[in-house]
């Protein structure tokens, strides 16, 4: 059997990814850095839980000794991801991950050339917003004959965990870019534009999301524009150490995400579609663990991949209750209640 290696399995998103994984059947082996929570997982999980440190190149090319899969759920990816994705290169292991920072997707496009040698796969962002907003602009592009620009926008609501606000805050930059032409250049972060979730129009403001990346790649359209809309306590201030590891189920359950889309076509036509979906603590979990099921069933192909680009943009829809509908015929959670 195929095995997938869950490293930083005992942080707050890598134990739920660990539990969807278990619960699908696969065959799991955790590993990360603190021995004593490892084994605490290991006994409830089963099998191995080798400790090493990203920066340890013999200790990680052991450890993926046999490994099919590698996701890896550990934060701030801006120090994890390049000693991974280089050692899952060098031991033929297909390398997942649920980063949210812009450098990483740089750094799969860089090494992408080398991947495709290796015959292995790079697909990072196997949750999160990246296998969400993909999907959307990808279901929305298909029903225009030539789409030209897609702006594109996130409803980020409830806290966030700790591990997040650390990788989020590491990650800041004053650069607020978008795609003009295939290339990212800058923008005025003041430029806000209104988006409608389902509930009326919501303002946005523009942020640097790793989707310019992807979604550029899944569909070729070129020109992107990322935006947010923030609700709740999402974007934590303070002492970030003293944060709870993440939020509580209830809460979770308490404040779902949607997305919105516009593509514009050549002629000016604009599509606009709406994306509802559990909370993104839940669905990033449940995905990464169904990218990785479906990948060790074969379902992967060598390089960069985007999550849209390699399953589909039905592929969001497959995970928890998430749909998708043109902006017209949504209806909120939120109206329907009513």
Known sequence: MKTLMIYGATGYT???AAEYAKASGLDLIVAGRSEAALAALASELGGDYPVFGVDDGVGVDAALSGI???LNCAGPYLRTAKPLMKAAIRNGVDY??????????RLAEVLDVKAKAAGVMLLPGSGGSVAMLGCLAGHATERVAEPKLIRIALHVTGSMSRGSAVSATENMTGDCLRLIGGSLVGRRPEELRDFDFGTGPKSCFPVTLPDLLTIHRATNVPDIETFVHVSGDAFPQGDLSVLPDGPTAQQRESNRYQAAV??????GSVVREVLDTVNGYTFTPMAAAEVARRVLAGERTPGFQTPAGLFGNGF???IADTRIANAGDFISPVEHAS
């Open 68 to 70: 099919s899969v590698l």
């Open 262 to 267: 516009e593509v514009t076509g050549a002629d």
């Open 316 to 318: 969001a829809e497959t």
């Open 14 to 16: 890598g134990r739920m």
């Open 96 to 105: 997942l991950d649920i980063a949210a920072e812009l450098d990483s997707y």
